[in-house]
């Protein structure tokens, strides 16, 4: 079935880098996107997020980017702080009347002092 | 402003023993209640989601159960335990479908 999937598990950068976390979605109904972090032994917590009549979004430090044509999300964030270590999940609304967001596996940003 | 509580934080139950994890959320009404469950350095599965008291749709045949008693309350249950039932289980609220907010929680060990 169509899914929401995330191109790399673990992504390392070093402080004060900009960090790009990507993900890939398959179903073209879906109309509404989420990034969530996670630390460890934590509950996500929402960061941004973007519906599909829009391409870019900016938060602070993060922005969102969303390309219809090719089915990718992605997820910058600027000037990368220890704080940013966590996991990184991207979420999708398939708009198919399942009342719930499907999650992709997960990336896992290491920051590097 | 919009909390949620979800209990334990840690539980570690036998084999073949009862479950009931209890979420509860505050400020706000009607909302959109779900159950995840996270295997370790894994994705959020859905097990149930409930769009008001009493109903509750199931995502996954498994050996557990989802009750709402009340407008804002959320219990998982599972009447004898199993290995496989072991995991990170957390609650989430949100309004209209849109973004989830999660609780803290609850690391389940079956031993």
């Known amino acids: 079935g169509e899914s929401v999937g995330l191109h790399l598990p673990t992504l390392s950068v070093q402080e004060g880098d900009n960090s790009i976390i990507n993900c890939a979605y398959s179903?073209?109904?879906?109309?509404?996107f989420i990034w969530y972090k996670q630390e460890s032994g934590k509950g996500p917590q929402f960061i941004i997020d973007?519906?599909?009549?829009?391409d870019k979004r900016q938060g602070q430090r993060v922005t969102v980017l969303l390309n219809k044509t090719v089915k990718h999300l992605s997820l910058q964030i600027a000037a990368t702080q220890p704080g940013d270590s966590a996991v990184y999940f991207c979420?999708?609304?398939?708009?198919?009347?399942?009342?719930?967001?499907?999650f992709g596996s997960g990336t896992r940003l290491q920051v590097q002092p | 402003s919009q909390t949620i509580h979800q209990w334990p934080a840690t539980l570690v139950q036998p084999v073949g023993s009862p479950l009931s994890l209890e979420c509860t959320v505050e400020?706000?009404?009607?909302?959109?209640l779900y159950w995840y469950r996270q295997a370790a350095g894994r994705g959020l599965q859905l097990l149930f989601y409930?769009?008001?008291?009493?109903?509750i749709s199931s995502e996954v045949p498994q050996n557990l159960s989802a009750s709402r008693p009340q407008d804002r309350q959320f219990i998982l249950s599972s009447k004898k335990l199993l290995l496989s039932d072991s995991g990170f289980y957390l609650c989430?609220?949100?309004?209209?479908?849109?973004?989830?907010?999660f609780g803290s929680g609850t690391q389940l060990s079956v031993l």
């Open positions: 979420a999708e609304n398939m708009g198919t009347g399942r009342r719930a967001l499907t």
């Open positions: 179903n073209s109904a879906s109309d509404y």
């Open positions: 409930s769009v008001g008291i009493g109903q």
């Open positions: 973007i519906r599909s009549n829009m």
């Open positions: 400020g706000t009404s009607n909302p959109n």
């Open positions: 989430a609220w949100s309004v209209q479908d849109e973004k989830l907010f």
